[in-house]
């Protein structure tokens, strides 16, 4: 049993990257393995707005992302100085910076690339999807 950490940059609609991620994501977890926690950075921090909103008929990456990692107890991560430049941010940061709402979906939290470094730390291994 080895323990990953992912790193997702890939736009959530417009490549399959976060998709693959996933589905890598699932295969670990089957196999046994432990996810530390799934870092989202440039386009991959998209993701992580609970106001995405996808056909009915079409996969829901958020949702997909936010039960896999309550299921498993793993941290799903956007970094905040790219998701604050994409229009996602919590409340804290959306009171900072004085912004009239906030949109994080409750199972991401938004941090810095310290948390990266520290997942790179503590995990056997760290796989990137782009």
């Not at 989202?40 to 995405?52: E, K, M």
């Not at 009239?100 to 979906?105: E, K, S, V, Y």
Request: hydrophobic share 45%; net charge negative; with cysteine.
């Amino acid at each position: 049993m080895a323990t990953f950490s992912l790193l997702v940059t890939a736009n959530p609609y417009s490549s399959q990257g976060q998709f693959s991620a996933i589905q890598f994501a699932k295969t670990l977890l089957e196999q046994g393995h432990v996810i530390k926690r799934v870092f989202f950075y440039a386009d991959g921090v998209l993701v992580a707005s609970r106001l995405n909103c996808p056909p009915s008929d079409e996969y829901h990456l958020t949702k997909t992302w936010a039960k896999l990692a309550i299921e498993h107890n793993f941290e799903l991560v956007a970094c905040v100085t790219v998701a604050m430049k994409r229009g996602v941010t919590n409340v804290a940061e959306a009171e900072r910076n004085v912004l009239i709402g906030d949109n994080l979906d409750p199972a991401f939290e938004i941090s810095g690339l310290g948390q990266l470094t520290e997942a790179m730390l503590e995990s056997d291994r760290l796989v990137s999807f782009g």
